[in-house]
């Protein structure tokens, strides 16, 4: 099985086949939570729609274009179902600054909140939804601004000013704390 | 003139239509380039992230389901051949009743073989009663049944085969569509 390519897996799977598609999900899931992991800072969260994400990516498999590659593709699947889980959770979210933060830290993690990737995750998960989804769809999935609107329907000049605004917040964070 | 902000962030994102004109600055003004360098450590920083594993597998979801098994189970099994009995003692009797009230009707050999056969088990009781009652002074045994039964006897058993039957077909149907 591991001879075969994601397109062979995806013709299989469109076919109605499940195990070639549970070979799919094992060989992107990492990246796909991650994903989410770096957008919702929270575990638990992340694994969610991380299976969400490779649920809505069946349903839609006969809209994926086989010419293209299937990870960047299941990627902005999950960016944008991070989205929209931010975007429901918005109001209350605004109301308490650091909900989304995981709270159940082992002691050994706690000494890793010194670390560098602590402290950036830190950051990125003090963002507003909409600029996290924009930093992650450009330094993590390196899409153009352009690619960047049309993921997230938004014009061209908000994807450049969350962008730099975002960065602007991130910097001092970092920073901050060095 | 400096920089903007906007100008030193699309050039780092290859988006700048500039480039020689921001590059020419670069080269002549330090405190830009300290800008960019310090922009330039950010794209380092959420570069040097590094993937967070998983803690569980996501591709079980897809795992192919575990095919129902071959064999009925006991209970089933046994349903099946008590409705198979039940027909046939069901049979038996209503084949003889039959051809004996519709006269009329060509009866077919094997209901006469039926017949038969049931005319040879009603002796064999009557034998086996008469053995046993020989001591029974006084005592004339008149009821033994003889065909044809009464009608009613007839519908209560018919009725209920047919329950039984519809009993154990729901069953099987049930199991099914699990
Ligand atoms: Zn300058």
Known sequence: MNALTDRDLILRARRGEVEPYGELVARHQTSVFNVCYRILHNRADAEDLAQETFIRALDRLHTFDLEREFSPWVRRVAANLCLNYLEAQKPSAELDEDRDEDKTQSPAEQVEVKERSAQIRMALASLPPQYRIVVELRHYQELSYDEIAVEMNIPLSDVKSHLFRARKLLAEKLHASD | ?178
């Open chain 2, 1 to 178: 003139m400096h920089l903007t902000d906007n100008q030193l962030n699309e050039y780092l994102d290859n988006e700048s239509a500039q480039r020689a004109e921001i590059e020419t600055h670069l080269d002549s003004c330090a405190e830009c380039a300290a800008r960019l360098l310090a922009l330039q450590t950010l794209f380092a920083d959420l570069d040097s992230l590094p993937e967070a594993p998983l803690s569980k597998n996501l591709a079980a979801r897809f795992a192919p389901r575990p095919s129902l098994p071959a064999q009925l189970p006991r209970w089933l099994t046994l349903t099946a051949v008590l409705q198979a009995a039940g027909a046939l003692i069901a049979l038996m009797i209503a084949v003889p009743f039959f051809s004996l009230m519709l006269p009329q009707v060509e009866t077919p050999p094997f209901a006469i073989w039926l017949i038969e056969v049931q005319a040879l088990w009603t002796s064999s009781l009557d034998a086996l009663s008469n053995l046993a009652l020989s001591f029974v002074e006084g005592y004339q045994f008149t009821n033994l049944p003889t065909y044809p039964v009464e009608l009613s006897t007839l519908f209560i058993a018919l009725a209920v085969v047919s329950i039984f039957w519809v009993f154990g077909n729901g069953l099987l149907l049930r199991n099914q569509t699990k």
